[in-house]
């Protein structure tokens, strides 16, 4: 069974940063892609960002130039590194992870806990 241990949430005033951190138990590179979503109240959750077994990288229009997503094979983690954050950042953050099944060439989702992350005054 897939694990994925979120870390880093917090309070942060607005011009902060927060780093956050997805363990995933087993090897990391079994993923198609492992990305991070948010949910803020009241609101669908949507893609933050994300980062492919290649090391391709995508990031939804809101966060670009602020967060970067970046993956330690060794630790088998991804990381979200968010930078100049807004009152707009604030959400439940979600680690989620794409793995295909053989021979099937289908795809399961995994997800984290999720991670409170405030930003305010």
């Known amino acids: 069974q897939v694990q994925l241990v979120e870390h880093g949430g917090g309070l942060v005033q607005p011009g902060g940063s927060l780093r956050l951190s997805c363990a995933a138990s087993?090897?990391?590179?079994?993923?198609?892609?492992v990305g991070w979503y948010r949910q803020a109240i009241g609101k669908q959750r949507e893609l933050v960002a994300a980062i492919s077994r290649a090391d391709s990288t995508n990031y939804a229009d809101s966060v670009k130039g602020r967060f970067t997503i970046s993956r330690d094979n060794a630790k088998n983690t991804v990381y979200l590194q968010m930078n100049s954050l807004n009152f707009e950042d604030t959400a439940v953050y979600y680690c989620?992870?794409?793995?295909?099944?053989?021979?099937?060439?289908?795809?399961?989702?995994?997800w984290g806990q999720g991670t409170q992350v405030t930003v305010s005054a």
């Open positions: 087993g090897n990391i590179l079994r993923f198609d892609a």
């Open positions: 989620n992870a794409v793995e295909p099944l053989w021979p099937s060439g289908s795809r399961i989702n995994y």
